[in-house]
């Protein structure tokens, strides 16, 4: 599954992961109510209660089951003030969206412990709370650094952070800041202090940027100094943004989303040019790429195998049933591939139906075994058609021999495919050490 398809998987009820999937929306208004509960549900697929009091409430927030409370400031039993303490006391993060935004109103928001405040008669009010839901739901699987030397002021940081939903890390100084990224690499966004002992933030940044990418890890630098060159450093340096302090929560939470928000872009374009549009999985191009470090691995002596996979009589199920059927297929066959993989393989859709797997650390016995076993997997799905179960085979042809480059080890490995089709399909064929390809060979499908 690509990043995009892990952001835009449906859920209802409670997540496989253990967090809760629902927004409980307190709202006196029925008709502003349904409509941006029917929205979050259609466009995030996530769950909405409603409530119509503060009494109701209170009966139903469950932390268990709610991750966000929407609420206005006008109810049938309480308003204004009375509103957002007694739901802020649940520890589940609150946003308030209201008609009522004068400077006054404004001023007591600030002050109150709420993540956000929407204008409810904005024309694009509700495009915000779906932006703004979206992104305190993604958060929670996102994890932070903090770094400050000042405990309060980490502190503070830190539990802005986790208002917001991120898992959150801390470190006082530059070098405990790297032991934790070396540990953690799930850390996606890094804010640190200039002013530490032993190690600025500027070079903790550029220490960073030695093993993170831009790409990967954002970072934000923090200063209470008016010295207007340390922004051009901290920028100069590798980092993605700078906030003087003191900040407002707003301006805190707005460049954090803004921070995370491009990473997400930019992982979502990086699997619209690498990945598999249909399967998710590796492209061709990128399949390359990635398999050159481990046949450079490879040639320093850690064992790979190189197998193509190719689906059996795949032309019969789109001529039988439909193009459709076929795309079935080979999704179907694509998630089989992904659940066989370990972590450290390489699985790529190759073209048309036919997949590539880079398996390092297996020798020729082992590697055997695991696409028999692959093989085996394939042959028992049964993927269902609106009018049929779909039974299928694959035949793969393996190099578990190191040759010259990766395209000499995928071409032998094709070799082998030919011969398991022409040896009945529904087999696996190993090259030989001593294997070479014939002048020509002709395709078998």
Known sequence: MTRLDALLQPRAGEAESGHPECVLLVENSRVFAEMLATAVRERLGLAVDVAGSLAEARQRLDPARHFLVLTGL???????????????????????????????????????????????????????????????????????????????????????????????????????AL???????????????????????????????????????????????????????FLKHGANDFLHKPYSREEFLCRVSQNIDNLELIGTLQDLATRDFLTGLVNRRHLFTVGEALF????????????????????????????????????????????????????????????????????????????????????????????????????IGVQSHLDRTLHAMLSEADRQLYLAKAGGRNRVEMATAASEAPAETAAVH
């Open 296 to 395: 450079q691995q490879a040639r320093a002596g850690r064992p790979l195998a190189a197998a193509l996979l190719d689906i059996d009589h795949f032309k019969h199920i789109n001529d039988t049933y439909g193009h459709d059927a076929g795309d079935i297929a080979l999704k179907h066959v694509a998630k089989a591939l992904q659940d066989h993989a370990r972590p450290e393989d390489v699985v790529a859709r190759f073209g048309g139906e036919e997949f590539c797997v880079l398996a390092p650390d297996l020798d020729s016995a082992q590697s055997h075994a695991y696409f028999q076993r692959l093989r085996e997997a394939i042959e028992a799905l049964q993927i269902p058609l609106p009018d049929h179960v779909l039974r299928l085979t694959v035949s």
């Open 74 to 176: 006008v109810l049938p039993d309480a308003s204004g003030d009375e509103i957002v303490p007694p739901l802020a006391r649940s520890g589940v993060p609150t946003v308030v969206v209201t008609s009522m935004l004068d400077d006054e109103t404004r001023q007591r928001l600030v002050r109150m412990p709420i993540i956000d405040y929407v204008p409810k008669t904005a024309p694009d009010s509700i495009d915000y709370l779906i932006w703004l839901i979206q992104r305190l739901d993604r958060n929670r699987r996102i994890a932070a650094l903090v770094v400050d030397d000042s405990a309060s002021s980490r502190e503070h940081t830190a539990a802005l952070l986790r208002q917001f939903g991120l898992n959150v890390r801390e470190a006082a100084c530059g070098e405990d």
């Open 179 to 233: 032991d934790v990224l070396a540990e953690d690499r799930s850390i996606r966004l890094v804010i640190t202090d200039f002013h530490m002992p032993g190690m600025t933030g500027v070079d903790l940044t550029r220490r960073i940027r030695t093993t993170h990418s831009r790409d990967r890890l954002a970072v934000i630098g923090l200063s209470g100094s008016s010295h207007a060159p340390l922004v051009a450093q």
